[in-house]
Nanobody
């Protein structure tokens, strides 16, 4: 089992930045692929970004490419999402997730472990 806890959400004006963190605990010696998803009210959960266990490969959703950067610090068991040039449409609850599958990418069904989410609100 792996426990995930997100932090760093908040209220920011359009054009601003936030950095989300996801701290993992439990069986963290297993190489998990990690990802960020988000869900706005009334919408389906959307893929934001994913990163391999080693951090050598990343993937991004089309809506965040060029603005968001995913990274991870393996010794600290922590993953990050740097969000720049935020837009009101980025407003959502952001979730981190862990997968034992190789390169799960945007397929949320391949992620077995989820955090509780952190709210990001971007005002116009």
């Amino acid at each position: 089992q792996v426990q995930l806890v997100e932090s760093g959400g908040g209220l920011v004006q359009a054009g601003g930045s936030l950095r989300l963190s996801c701290a993992a605990s439990g069986r963290t010696f297993i190489p998990y692929e990690m990802g960020w998803f988000r869900q706005a009210p009334g919408k389906e959960r959307e893929f934001v970004a994913a990163i391999t266990w080693s951090g050598d490969r990343t993937q991004y959703g089309d809506s965040v490419k060029g603005r968001f950067t995913i990274s991870r610090d393996v010794p600290k068991n922590t993953m990050y999402l740097q969000m720049n040039s935020l837009k009101p449409e980025d407003t959502a609850v952001y979730y981190c997730a862990a997968s034992k599958y190789n390169n799960p990418g945007p397929n949320l069904r391949l992620y077995a472990y989820w955090g509780q989410g952190t709210q990001v609100t971007v005002s116009s």
